[in-house]
């Protein structure tokens, strides 16, 4: 499949159960955050994002949690389901609207 | 109706040969991007765009250059290909901001095989 030899970090869950893609960024001053999902074949697609000043951020189905001190970002999915496995990206932006950094990247796949 | 979208999706070519990959978008967006994405999956930025203007170039070699006819269209030039450009090359684009803070949307990538 497309997961040989990526060596990509690794999340494999049951359908039904929560799911949590954590993510160390590098830049204490970078003051806005996003994750990204990436399906196969598929460019990445907007899930969540957060601003420094907050802590945590709901979507549907989805959290956001950012931790400042530790320069850690979490993304917590809710019941998770098939067609959330994919390619897991955060990204951070420092300064500028026009320089977002990604992540390494985590494979989420969801087991039936 | 897509968003941003990249052609061909799809890229094969020899070694030496110059190729060009185009971006559009309708979203009415003031940015646009190109973004690489290697082997391993690691999404690296090259050239951003505002307005036609160019205001990003990271380390890219300069057999890439980037042209933008307009501010809904960027398009990737590249020069005497080389094998290690092999990649998914993603274009994208984001709106003005009073806060400087927007999600970049991409588009769907287009897979560069050089042999």
């Known amino acids: 499949g497309e997961s040989v030899g990526l060596h990509l970090p690794t999340l494999s869950v049951q359908e039904g159960d929560n799911s949590i893609i954590n993510c160390a960024y590098s830049n204490s001053a970078s003051d806005y955050f996003i994750w990204y999902k990436q399906e196969s074949g598929k460019g990445p697609q907007f899930i969540i994002d957060i601003r420094s000043n907050m802590d945590k951020r709901q979507g549907q189905r989805v959290t956001v949690l950012l931790n400042k001190t530790v320069k850690h970002l979490s993304l917590q999915i809710a019941a998770t389901q098939p067609g959330d496995s994919a390619v897991y990206f955060c990204a951070e932006n420092l300064g500028s609207n026009y320089k977002l950094t990604f992540g390494k990247g985590t494979l989420l796949t969801v087991n039936p | 109706d897509t968003a941003v979208s990249q052609t061909p999706k799809y890229l094969v070519t020899q070694m030496g040969n110059d190729k060009s990959i185009k971006c559009e978008q309708n979203?009415?967006?003031?940015?646009m991007y190109w973004y690489k994405q290697d082997s391993k999956k690691f999404l690296k930025i090259m050239f951003s765009y505002n307005n036609k203007e160019l205001i990003i170039n990271e380390t890219v070699p300069n057999r890439f250059s980037p042209k933008s006819p307009d501010k809904a269209h960027l398009n990737l030039h590249i020069n005497s290909l080389e094998l290690g450009d092999s990649a998914v090359y993603f274009c994208a684009s984001s709106p003005p901001t009073g806060s400087g803070r927007s999600p970049l949307h991409f588009g769907n990538g287009t897979r560069l095989t050089v042999t």
């Open positions: 979203l009415g967006h003031d940015t």
